[in-house]
Structure formats: structure tokens, C-alpha cells
């Protein structure tokens, strides 16, 4: 298992930060899993031997918490709220959209690997539903007619210079005249 | 005809949010007064600052209305061990969203409330477990410390003083037992977040690494430092007794302008907030039922009457549209406000769909550590997913009454009741529904929900 030095350097500033070294496990498993998509055996291995736990203490996290992954998602991933308040929305018919458009069911990986869409339990931005996330920014309002015409973008990657399906997150940026550099990379 | 007065928001919490020039930069938050109240608790006891809240009578806003002083009161202060304060970010409950807002906008007024509180308490160290979800929220959290460490607000020495208070974000991993406290702490421990029994793992006794630990709710730590600046007795002018100051309601699901309001507590009706504040129902709908308080209360149906007596002895008789929005209020109709999310569901909702979908959620989250919740939440979404998939039996809705019956009140924690309650009620007020499913099979409703 290789890491680069930037996910190695986070490791070693944030595990300090905890009075005790297996609090900081699941932050551990967080970065490991944004560089490396997914938590195998070998990495379970060396968070544990990193924190001082036994590789169980890892493993029953990653079978435990629903974001945790033993195999990776797609390059996009794009998760969508099926939670009453947004399925009120319509978000039933939004995930169907997307799956036929990207060509790929819920809950599997498109075969080139290119495209994953996950149903997700309440996202909290229910006034907005639907809701769908595409890697880590939240869109809104993707219901009916908007969800081909969002799919679409998506596939030509054009999404995030559309001025029609402007993130929540960078909704809060233009709203606010600071420039945006919380981004991390 | 004289027009009715749309009730006005009063925004304590949300004040700056939303304003367009307003960012969650530090030196935004300096030119609006920020951290003038930390100087302020500063100059005071820790002991004195509690005192404040108490008589703020300011209740949890997380979901469970637990008075904030009160819990603070339990703190275990003669055990020696080092004390800690947990923000609970985890904001996970189905139809709440404004523990979002806060973080994203408005960061600073989280990270000054909490290091109040964390003085208040003496605290050794503070965290903020927020949902991993939230991806920039925690950026932006990470941020905001990171600035507010810098000028001493939080961190080494907190204003050239010699009290210390480390904030860490922690993110979680997409679990809603999470938002469970004791849960909460077990995760923060580095384990599977199975909630621990009460008594004896009272977090403010046994918390974290089995150290007296406060868990307060985004809403709540925020209050903190407007109860320092009004001070609690003014604090607790505002709303109703035992019900006091604002909530950030939110309103989701069928109705023109969903979204988040903040109004005094009981400053407005359920009626008044649906109709004029989020300007009424979806074009040709009527009306059907409402969910008060996030998808694990109680749902109210729109022709109901509910009738009884208040705490001060005053009888009521309520339509649905007449229960005031307060803590008390749907809790004196039988369901609860809860965190505060409110789910409206008009006539093209079948009833049948959207408790499957309830349930598909609750069998989603249970963490399996009692047998009766594990199984039974699953049952129970087993068994209304197979009446929407046109399998529906005579016997469903006593069956479906049963398991959840034999959920509330045998579980650990109260993700058993919070399980339960929606299934109880649906089958108490829609009854008709889920016995038609059995009757004339499946009639595709308009509006998929599972």
C-alpha cells in the first residue's frame, strides 16, 4: 500500500490531536479512503498498526459505517437523497433518470468505472429536494425535467460551469464576496 | 376583508446568515461584534456563566427539548478526570436542515458559543462531531478554527488567559445513530457507534473515555452566547415559559416555499407557518397529514381534532392548523417538535408508500445491538414494501402494530421509539389506508416513494 506524502504528513498532525490514538480512526480511514478509494486489507492493517488497535478494530468500522468502502465507487460518484422529504420531491424519479442516462443501477459502479450513484438517507438540505451530491458538492431542486438536463451535463462534464445547476456549496461562495479557498488540493 | 398579518421572523440565530454581505471569515464575523461575548465570559466565573443558562430555561434543540442548564447542572466536577464538550453537528434527523445553515455561514458564532460553553464547564477539550456529508461544512469549520486560533478565541491561552481549550472537527461516516449521544461518544472513541445503557453511561458522569462529557446541539451552543449577551432572565422573555427563545424551524415536502424560518418559540401556529409563511400548498392539493418534528414524531392528520388540557390547566380543542409551534405544542397533541422538521404531505401521498419509505430509513440506520430493533425495523420495512409491491394482506396493519409495539421500550436507546412511533401512528390515523392496500390490491400511486 502506497500513500503519498501529503495524506502521510495529515496522518502523522492529526493522530496528536486526540487524547487517545483510536479516537482518531475514523479520520484515519477518511483520508486513507480519499486517496485510495476504498480501505483493503493490507490498509486495515496499517491504520491499525499506526493507532495501536488490532486490524478488527479497523474492519468493523469499515462493515459498520455506510460511507466506509471495502471497494471503490466510480471516478463520479453521485449519491441521491431517497428520504421522505425529498421523495416527496420526486427524488425516486430523479434516481431513475440518472441511472438510465449514466447507465448504471443504484448501488453499482458503471463498468468503465467512470459513473457510481448510490441512494442515500437524508442528505439535511430537505428544503431544496431533491437533493443529489456529485462527489462532495450537494445539488438542489433535481427533479423531473431538470435531472435529464443535469445528467447530461454531467456526462459532458460541463456541470460545473453551468449556470443552471449552481452547487450549494459554491452557491455560498457567490453569495459572499470572499474568494473561495476552502477547497482543499 | 381585513388581511391577516403574515407572522415576521426574529432572527437571533440567524441573524447574519443570510445577509449578502455577510461571510464566514473571521474578520466578517469581528466587524459584526463577534467574540465579544467570549471577552465578556471571560471576565466572569465558569460556575456563573451556568447559572445564566439555567435561567435562560434554553432546551435542547437537538431533538429530545432537554433543558441545556440542567444538563450542565450534572456534570460530574468532583471526579478529577478531565471534562469534555462535544458539539453534536451530526445533523442527520429526516426533514432538518439548519444546523447546515449555521456551519456554512455562519461559523464563528458555533466556535464562540462553544468556547463559552467550554469555559463554562471547564472543559479539557472540545470536539465537533459533524456528519461526513458535510464535506465543505467541515472544511469550512476547519477553517474558521484554524483563524480563530490564531487571534486566541480558541486553542492555547484563550485570550491571554491561562485556560486552554483544544477544538478538533471529527467527521463521522454517514451513520444517523451517531446523533444518539452515547452513540456519538462510542464513535468519537473510534468504535462502532453501538449507544451505551443510561444509567449507568450518563455522558455527563461517563462520557468520553468514561470522563464527565456535555453533548450540546449546534442550535444550542450558539444560544449560549446570546444568553450571555441578553443575560438569561431577558433571554427567557423570549418565546413562552418552558418554552424559551427561537427555533429554526424547518419545513420540508409539499408546500410552495419550503425552507428554514426562525421564529419565537410559539410565535406562530402550524396553520400560519404552512399557509402564510411558506405560502400554502402546492397548486390543487388539499392537505393530508403532517410530520412536526423530524420523520421519527408522531404524524398528524389534517382533519383531526385534538383536544385535552395544557400544563397550566387551560383546555384546548385544535385543528391541525391551530397547534402552536413551540415545544409543547405537538407534544401536547401527542406527537412531538422534535428537531424542529416539519414534513407536509398533501392528498397525492399514498400512506402506505411513505411509511415504507419511513421504514426503509429506520432499517437503513438501526445499529443492530438490541434484537428488537434490529429485527424489527427490518420486519416492518419488509412488510410495507411488500404492500406497495401489490402483496398487501388483511392482517398487515396489526401485524406492522405488533412489531413496533414490541420495539418502543425495549431497546438501549431511543432510536427504538424513534423507530416505532411512526409506524404506530400511521397505522392509528391512516388505518384505512393500509387495510384498502389488502382490499383492492396495488393501485399505482402517483407519487413513488419506495
Redesign the interface.
Given at each position: 500500500m502506497e500513500l503519498s506524502e501529503e495524506t502521510l504528513s495529515r496522518i502523522e498532525d492529526l493522530i496528536p490531536k486526540y487524547p487517545e490514538k483510536r479516537s482518531a480512526a475514523l479520520m484515519v480511514i477518511h483520508l486513507v479512503q480519499d486517496e485510495l478509494g476504498a480501505i483493503s486489507d493490507d490498509a486495515c492493517s496499517w491504520i491499525a498498526e499506526k493507532l495501536e488497535i488490532e486490524p478488527i478494530n479497523i474492519k468493523e468500522l469499515i462493515t459498520f459505517y455506510p460511507m466506509l468502502r471495502e471497494t471503490p465507487w466510480g471516478k463520479k460518484h453521485v449519491r441521491v437523497c431517497r428520504t421522505l422529504p425529498c421523495a416527496l420531491r420526486g427524488s425516486y424519479g430523479t434516481c431513475k433518470v440518472l441511472e438510465e442516462k449514466l447507465g448504471v443501477k443504484e448501488g453499482h459502479v458503471r463498468e468503465d468505472g467512470e459513473f457510481s450513484i448510490e441512494f442515500m438517507e437524508c442528505l439535511a438540505d430537505c428544503g431544496e429536494g431533491p437533493v443529489v451530491m456529485v462527489g462532495e458538492e450537494t445539488f438542489e431542486n433535481i427533479e423531473g425535467k431538470n435531472a435529464e438536463k443535469f445528467a447530461d451535463l454531467l456526462i459532458q462534464e460541463k456541470l460545473n460551469t453551468s449556470k443552471d445547476f449552481v452547487s450549494y456549496e459554491n452557491s455560498l461562495v457567490t453569495q459572499s464576496p470572499v474568494s473561495k479557498t476552502t477547497k482543499k488540493k | 376583508m381585513i388581511k391577516k398579518k403574515t407572522p415576521q421572523e426574529r432572527r437571533i440565530i440567524l441573524k447574519n446568515a443570510d445577509k449578502?454581505?455577510?461571510?464566514?471569515?473571521l474578520a466578517?464575523y469581528l466587524k459584526n461584534d463577534g467574540y465579544s461575548m467570549l471577552k465578556k465570559a471571560f471576565k466572569m466565573k465558569p460556575e456563573e456563566i451556568g447559572e445564566e443558562v439555567l435561567k435562560s430555561g434554553v432546551r435542547g434543540r437537538g431533538g429530545a427539548g432537554f433543558p441545556a442548564g440542567m444538563k450542565w447542572k450534572f456534570l460530574d466536577r468532583k471526579s478529577g478526570k478531565?471534562i469534555y464538550l462535544i458539539c453534536n453537528a451530526d445533523?442527520?434527523?429526516?426533514?432538518?436542515?439548519k444546523?447546515?445553515q449555521i456551519m456554512?455561514?455562519d461559523p464563528h458564532q458555533l466556535i464562540e458559543g462553544m468556547m463559552i460553553a467550554a469555559y463554562a464547564i471547564q472543559a479539557k477539550?472540545a470536539f465537533i462531531y459533524i456528519?461526513?456529508?458535510?464535506?465543505?461544512g467541515a472544511?469550512?469549520l476547519e477553517?474558521a478554527i484554524a483563524e480563530a486560533k490564531s487571534k486566541k478565541f480558541c486553542g492555547d491561552k484563550i485570550l491571554g488567559s491561562s485556560y486552554s481549550c483544544?477544538l478538533?472537527v471529527?467527521?463521522?461516516?454517514?451513520?444517523?445513530i451517531c446523533g444518539e449521544e452515547t452513540g456519538l461518544i462510542e464513535?468519537?472513541?473510534?468504535?462502532?457507534?453501538n449507544p451505551r445503557i443510561k444509567p449507568p453511561y450518563f455522558p455527563a458522569v461517563l462520557g468520553l473515555?468514561q470522563c464527565p462529557t456535555i453533548v450540546n446541539n449546534v442550535e444550542t451552543l450558539c444560544n449560549v452566547k446570546h444568553i450571555l449577551e441578553m443575560g438569561g432572565e431577558e433571554f427567557s422573555k423570549i418565546g413562552k415559559p418552558n418554552n424559551t427563545g427561537t427555533r429554526i424551524w424547518?419545513?420540508?415536502?409539499?408546500v410552495q416555499k419550503?425552507?428554514?424560518y426562525e421564529f419565537e418559540c410559539g410565535a406562530l401556529t402550524m396553520g400560519e407557518m404552512i399557509y402564510d409563511v411558506c405560502g400554502g400548498l402546492l397548486p390543487g392539493r388539499t392537505l393530508k397529514a403532517i410530520?412536526p418534528g423530524g420523520?421519527s414524531s408522531k404524524i398528524l392528520r389534517a382533519d383531526e381534532r385534538f383536544t385535552g388540557k395544557l400544563k397550566d390547566g387551560t383546555e384546548f380543542d385544535w385543528g391541525i392548523d391551530d397547534i402552536p409551534l413551540d415545544f409543547d405544542g405537538p407534544a401536547s397533541v401527542g406527537s412531538m417538535s422534535g428537531s424542529g422538521?416539519i414534513?407536509v404531505?398533501d392528498d397525492t401521498?399514498d400512506m402506505v408508500e411513505?411509511m415504507a419509505?419511513?421504514n426503509?430509513?429506520y432499517a437503513?440506520?438501526s445499529?443492530g445491538q438490541c434484537t428488537p430493533c434490529r429485527e424489527g425495523s427490518l420486519w416492518m420495512k419488509k412488510i410495507t414494501t411488500r404492500m406497495c409491491d401489490g402483496e398487501a394482506r388483511k392482517e398487515d396493519a396489526d401485524l406492522l402494530l405488533s412489531v413496533a409495539n414490541q420495539i418502543e421500550g425495549r431497546t438501549i436507546c431511543a432510536f427504538g421509539e424513534a423507530a416505532s412511533w411512526p409506524t404506530q401512528s400511521f397505522i392509528a390515523k391512516f388505518r384505512d389506508e393500509f387495510e384498502e392496500k389488502a382490499l383492492n390490491g396495488n393501485t399505482k400511486p402517483p407519487?413513488?416513494?419506495?
Amino acid at each position: 500500500m502506497e500513500l503519498s506524502e501529503e495524506t502521510l504528513s495529515r496522518i502523522e498532525d492529526l493522530i496528536p490531536k486526540y487524547p487517545e490514538k483510536r479516537s482518531a480512526a475514523l479520520m484515519v480511514i477518511h483520508l486513507v479512503q480519499d486517496e485510495l478509494g476504498a480501505i483493503s486489507d493490507d490498509a486495515c492493517s496499517w491504520i491499525a498498526e499506526k493507532l495501536e488497535i488490532e486490524p478488527i478494530n479497523i474492519k468493523e468500522l469499515i462493515t459498520f459505517y455506510p460511507m466506509l468502502r471495502e471497494t471503490p465507487w466510480g471516478k463520479k460518484h453521485v449519491r441521491v437523497c431517497r428520504t421522505l422529504p425529498c421523495a416527496l420531491r420526486g427524488s425516486y424519479g430523479t434516481c431513475k433518470v440518472l441511472e438510465e442516462k449514466l447507465g448504471v443501477k443504484e448501488g453499482h459502479v458503471r463498468e468503465d468505472g467512470e459513473f457510481s450513484i448510490e441512494f442515500m438517507e437524508c442528505l439535511a438540505d430537505c428544503g431544496e429536494g431533491p437533493v443529489v451530491m456529485v462527489g462532495e458538492e450537494t445539488f438542489e431542486n433535481i427533479e423531473g425535467k431538470n435531472a435529464e438536463k443535469f445528467a447530461d451535463l454531467l456526462i459532458q462534464e460541463k456541470l460545473n460551469t453551468s449556470k443552471d445547476f449552481v452547487s450549494y456549496e459554491n452557491s455560498l461562495v457567490t453569495q459572499s464576496p470572499v474568494s473561495k479557498t476552502t477547497k482543499k488540493k | 376583508m381585513i388581511k391577516k398579518k403574515t407572522p415576521q421572523e426574529r432572527r437571533i440565530i440567524l441573524k447574519n446568515a443570510d445577509k449578502p454581505a455577510y461571510s464566514n471569515k473571521l474578520a466578517c464575523y469581528l466587524k459584526n461584534d463577534g467574540y465579544s461575548m467570549l471577552k465578556k465570559a471571560f471576565k466572569m466565573k465558569p460556575e456563573e456563566i451556568g447559572e445564566e443558562v439555567l435561567k435562560s430555561g434554553v432546551r435542547g434543540r437537538g431533538g429530545a427539548g432537554f433543558p441545556a442548564g440542567m444538563k450542565w447542572k450534572f456534570l460530574d466536577r468532583k471526579s478529577g478526570k478531565p471534562i469534555y464538550l462535544i458539539c453534536n453537528a451530526d445533523e442527520s434527523e429526516p426533514g432538518t436542515f439548519k444546523d447546515r445553515q449555521i456551519m456554512h455561514k455562519d461559523p464563528h458564532q458555533l466556535i464562540e458559543g462553544m468556547m463559552i460553553a467550554a469555559y463554562a464547564i471547564q472543559a479539557k477539550q472540545a470536539f465537533i462531531y459533524i456528519r461526513a456529508e458535510f464535506f465543505e461544512g467541515a472544511r469550512i469549520l476547519e477553517e474558521a478554527i484554524a483563524e480563530a486560533k490564531s487571534k486566541k478565541f480558541c486553542g492555547d491561552k484563550i485570550l491571554g488567559s491561562s485556560y486552554s481549550c483544544d477544538l478538533v472537527v471529527h467527521r463521522g461516516a454517514g451513520a444517523y445513530i451517531c446523533g444518539e449521544e452515547t452513540g456519538l461518544i462510542e464513535s468519537l472513541e473510534g468504535k462502532r457507534p453501538n449507544p451505551r445503557i443510561k444509567p449507568p453511561y450518563f455522558p455527563a458522569v461517563l462520557g468520553l473515555y468514561q470522563c464527565p462529557t456535555i453533548v450540546n446541539n449546534v442550535e444550542t451552543l450558539c444560544n449560549v452566547k446570546h444568553i450571555l449577551e441578553m443575560g438569561g432572565e431577558e433571554f427567557s422573555k423570549i418565546g413562552k415559559p418552558n418554552n424559551t427563545g427561537t427555533r429554526i424551524w424547518c419545513v420540508s415536502g409539499q408546500v410552495q416555499k419550503p425552507g428554514y424560518y426562525e421564529f419565537e418559540c410559539g410565535a406562530l401556529t402550524m396553520g400560519e407557518m404552512i399557509y402564510d409563511v411558506c405560502g400554502g400548498l402546492l397548486p390543487g392539493r388539499t392537505l393530508k397529514a403532517i410530520i412536526p418534528g423530524g420523520s421519527s414524531s408522531k404524524i398528524l392528520r389534517a382533519d383531526e381534532r385534538f383536544t385535552g388540557k395544557l400544563k397550566d390547566g387551560t383546555e384546548f380543542d385544535w385543528g391541525i392548523d391551530d397547534i402552536p409551534l413551540d415545544f409543547d405544542g405537538p407534544a401536547s397533541v401527542g406527537s412531538m417538535s422534535g428537531s424542529g422538521g416539519i414534513i407536509v404531505m398533501d392528498d397525492t401521498v399514498d400512506m402506505v408508500e411513505a411509511m415504507a419509505n419511513i421504514n426503509a430509513f429506520y432499517a437503513h440506520e438501526s445499529c443492530g445491538q438490541c434484537t428488537p430493533c434490529r429485527e424489527g425495523s427490518l420486519w416492518m420495512k419488509k412488510i410495507t414494501t411488500r404492500m406497495c409491491d401489490g402483496e398487501a394482506r388483511k392482517e398487515d396493519a396489526d401485524l406492522l402494530l405488533s412489531v413496533a409495539n414490541q420495539i418502543e421500550g425495549r431497546t438501549i436507546c431511543a432510536f427504538g421509539e424513534a423507530a416505532s412511533w411512526p409506524t404506530q401512528s400511521f397505522i392509528a390515523k391512516f388505518r384505512d389506508e393500509f387495510e384498502e392496500k389488502a382490499l383492492n390490491g396495488n393501485t399505482k400511486p402517483p407519487l413513488q416513494l419506495i
